[in-house]
C-alpha cells in the first residue's frame, strides 16, 4: 500500500444493488432492501475500525419516489424500523447520526423519527454518519442558492459551500458505488468534483468488510492531484480551500 495516501477522513456509498440481490433469490425487492440495513451496521462498525472520520450514505434519492408505491412505502416503513431498532446501539458505539435531504417532502412519522435519532446522537464523538435520504445533489444546490438569496448574500463558491447540506463535513475522499452500475445518480455533485470514484460490481448486501477493503486499497493506490501536477504533489497531498 501506499502510506502516502491513507484511510480516506470522509468515504460516501451509492449503496446500490439491493432489488437485484433481492430478484435473484426469487424474493420482493424490499427483502433487498432489509439485507441492506444489515450490511449498513456492518459498514458502519468496519469504518469506524479502519479510523474513518465521516461516512455518508445514499439511502433515498429524489428521484426514488418514482418507484412503485409498495417499493416507495417499503423503504419508509423499513427506515422507521431501522431507526429504532438501530439508534440505541449507535448511541453506545459513540456514532453521531445526521440526516441530509429534503424533511419537507417526508411524512410526520418518519420526519419524527429521523430527528429523534440525531438528537439522541447529537452528543456522541466519534464516527459521523450522514444518511441522504431524499436527497438529491441538484436539490442541495438549488436550496443552498435559494438561501444565500432570501440572506442577501452573494452567490460564491465559499458561501455555496457553508449553505450545502453537508457543510458540517469536509468534502468526500472516496465514493464508493456499488451494485455494478458507473453513474453518479444525482449523489454529492458539488462535493464529489475532487473525490476518487471506486465502483463495485458487488451488490449492496453481500459488500463485505473483504470488498470494503479493496475499495480502500484502489483508494491509497490513487495520487491526488486537485488539479496540480505530479511533481508538485510528490509527497503530500494538497487539498485547495473554496475560494
Ligand atoms: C439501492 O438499491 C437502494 C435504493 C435506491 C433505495 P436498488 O433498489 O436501486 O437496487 P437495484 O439497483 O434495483 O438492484
Ligand atoms: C441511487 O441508486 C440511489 C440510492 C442508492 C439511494 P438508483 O438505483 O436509484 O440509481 P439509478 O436509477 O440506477 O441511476
Ligand atoms: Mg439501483
Redesign the pocket.
Known amino acids: 500500500m501506499n502510506p502516502a495516501q491513507p484511510t480516506p477522513h470522509h468515504v460516501a456509498i ?3 444493488g439491493n432489488g437485484r440481490w433481492a430478484t435473484r433469490r426469487f424474493l420482493p425487492r424490499v427483502a433487498g432492501h432489509k439485507a441492506g440495513v444489515d450490511t449498513l451496521r456492518r459498514c458502519v462498525r468496519s469504518c469506524a475500525q479502519r479510523g474513518v472520520a465521516v461516512l455518508t450514505v ?4 429524489s ?2 419516489w418514482t418507484r412503485p408505491q409498495d417499493e416507495v412505502s417499503g423503504l419508509m416503513e423499513l427506515l422507521g424500523m431501522a431507526l429504532a431498532r438501530e439508534v440505541p446501539q449507535l448511541l453506545k458505539d459513540g456514532v453521531r447520526l445526521r440526516f441530509v435531504g429534503e424533511r419537507a417532502g417526508l411524512s410526520d412519522s418518519v420526519r419524527q423519527g429521523l430527528e429523534r435519532g440525531e438528537q439522541a446522537t447529537a452528543a456522541n464523538t466519534g464516527l459521523q454518519l450522514n444518511v441522504c435520504f431524499n436527497y438529491g445533489g441538484r436539490w442541495d444546490i438549488a436550496q443552498a442558492a435559494r438561501r444565500l438569496v432570501a440572506e442577501g448574500k452573494p452567490i460564491t463558491e465559499a458561501n455555496l459551500d457553508r449553505a450545502l447540506a453537508l457543510s458540517h463535513v469536509p468534502d468526500p475522499d472516496l465514493v464508493i458505488r456499488t451494485g455494478g ?1 458507473q ?1 453518479i ?1 444525482n ?1 454529492l455533485l458539488w462535493q464529489a468534483a475532487y473525490s476518487e470514484l471506486y465502483f463495485s460490481d458487488t451488490l449492496w448486501p453481500d459488500f463485505d468488510d473483504a470488498a470494503l477493503d479493496l475499495a480502500f486499497a484502489a483508494f491509497a493506490q490513487r495520487e491526488r492531484r486537485f488539479g496540480k501536477t505530479s511533481a508538485q504533489v510528490a509527497g503530500k497531498a494538497a487539498r485547495p480551500q473554496p475560494a
Do not use: G, K, L, T
Not at 445514499?58 to 434519492?61: G, K
Open positions: 451509492v449503496m446500490d445514499f439511502a433515498f434519492s428521484e426514488n452500475e453513474r445518480s449523489f
